[in-house]
Each structure stands twice: as structure tokens, then as C-alpha cells.
């Protein structure tokens, strides 16, 4: 390669220059600050056709909460102190409220069952889909006069 600085044909390194990254020589180099690439991280790639999986609660989920806090015999404050939240969270997924994973799995280990169902996505359409799709232009909504 050529060096952008005096011209010399020999290996080239980049420099930073007084603001202007160029292709220089050594010799050129040391009236600049030499700039060394950073080995190429590894980064692991995900295949983009794997589904996503989503947790959802089960439809009757409040009314399977009480009931199985009932089978235990246990008041809502005692469920409550069990799984170290508060009262008020108990009354309200037991009148329908749904609460937070973390709750969720709480409730789940504590009366040993699954609460919820996993729900497999895919975002990946057919090929044949994928083609039949149209892309919304600029053209499409502005009118040109």
C-alpha cells in the first residue's frame, strides 16, 4: 500500500493525525497516534427461527390460588407471611388480579403446582409469507403534486 503522508510504498498502518485517521508507514506514523484494531470479540450467535416461549398464568389462576389456600386450611395473612408478601397481594389475586413472575413462581413452589402455561411464539414467517408481504414506502403515503 501506499502511504497517505509521504507516499512511500511499504506495509501501512492507520494513525490518527491531527484529527484525520489515515493509511501511513512507520515512519510516517510517529507524528500521530497509531490506532491498533481490537481483536474481533466472539459473540454467539442465536438462530433466528428458535421460538419464543412466554409464561402466561393459567385462565382460572385466582380461583385456583384460593382453593388450593383453602385445601391448606391457611388464612391470607398466613399464605401472605409464607411466601413473604403482603396481605394485600393475596386479596387482590384472589379477587383477579395477577400478579408479578416472581410472585407467581413463589405461589407455584409453595403449593408445589404449575400456575402457569408456556406459550411457544414464532417470529419467523414462511418464505412464501415473506414474499407476499409488501414494505410501506415514503410513496405510499406522501402525495407528490
Known sequence: M??????IRSSCCKAEIEGVILNVCEQCAKYGKKITTPPKKLVKKVSPALPKIEKIPVEDFSERVRK?????????EEL?????????VIKRIEEGWIPEEK??????????VKLTEEIVENDFKSKK?????????????VEIK
Open 103 to 112: 410472585v407467581i413462581e413463589k405461589l407455584e413452589k409453595f403449593f408445589g
Open 2 to 7: 501506499e502511504c497517505e503522508l509521504c507516499g
Open 68 to 76: 388450593l389456600r383453602e385445601q391448606r386450611k391457611l388464612s391470607q
Open 129 to 141: 409469507e415473506a414474499k407476499n408481504t409488501q414494505v410501506l414506502t415514503i410513496g405510499d403515503i
Open 80 to 88: 401472605a407471611r409464607s411466601i413473604k408478601e403482603k396481605v394485600s
